[in-house]
């Protein structure tokens, strides 16, 4: 099995910072990517970012230049710092750890942490 603990998120003024930690364990061999989604009330799940094991990043369209992704792999953590916050990013922002098992890629997912975004 895979565990994701995430840590972070909060109450932030619009124009703030915060940062996002999510730390994974047990069967995490062969992790292709990690990374973070959110979802909002009434919306679908949507990517945030996501790093591969060789640092490479891709991030969505609306954080661009302001949510910048790192991973640790000898900590197996990765990390999601978010400046100049927007209401938008209001959200329940989940971990995600893209893993091959027996040559099939699966998904493993955190609890969620949710940030606020709100003056």
């Known amino acids: ?30 992790t292709i ?12 799940r949507e990517l945030v970012a996501t790093i591969t094991s060789g640092g490479s990043p891709n991030y969505a369209d609306s954080v661009k230049s302001r949510f910048t992704i790192s991973r640790d792999n000898a900590q197996n953590t990765v990390a999601l710092q978010m400046n100049s916050l927007k209401p938008e990013d209001t959200a329940v922002y989940y971990c995600n750890a893209r893993i091959m098992v027996l040559g099939v890629p699966n998904n493993y997912w ?4 949710r940030v606020t975004v709100s003056s």
């Open 1 to 30: 099995q895979v565990q994701l603990e995430e840590s972070g998120g909060g109450l932030v003024q619009p124009g703030g910072s915060l940062r996002l930690s999510c730390t994974a364990s047990g069967r995490i061999f062969g």
């Open 110 to 113: 955190g609890q969620g942490t």
């Open 33 to 44: 990517t990690m990374g973070w989604y959110r979802q909002a009330p009434g919306k679908q």
